[in-house]
């Protein structure tokens, strides 16, 4: 896997700093958000051509990665803060 910045970038100068996808002004919560509703993957990429499908996988694989970890009630806490 890639490090975290080939996926998503964190920027107070994009989108007030909510996370997007690395390279553009696309928030990643958009392919949650479209995922959540039942639209397919391809269909968020045809939205949004300027994610790549690697870049889409990608971000899923880090919220498995976070989701499947033991130190998920750590990560929520620091999150909620």
Avoid: C
Wanted: net charge negative; no cysteine; charged share 20%.
């Amino acid at each position: 896997m890639k490090s975290l910045d080939n996926y998503i970038t964190i920027d107070p100068e994009i989108q007030n700093g909510q996370p997007v996808f690395a390279g553009t002004r696309v928030p990643v919560e958009s392919l949650f958000w479209h995922l959540e509703k039942g639209i397919p993957m391809n269909e968020f990429l045809e939205d949004f051509p300027s994610v790549t499908k690697e870049q889409a996988v990608g971000v899923l694989e880090i919220a498995h990665k976070i989701f499947a970890s033991s130190k998920i009630g750590q990560i929520y806490e620091a999150v909620i803060g």
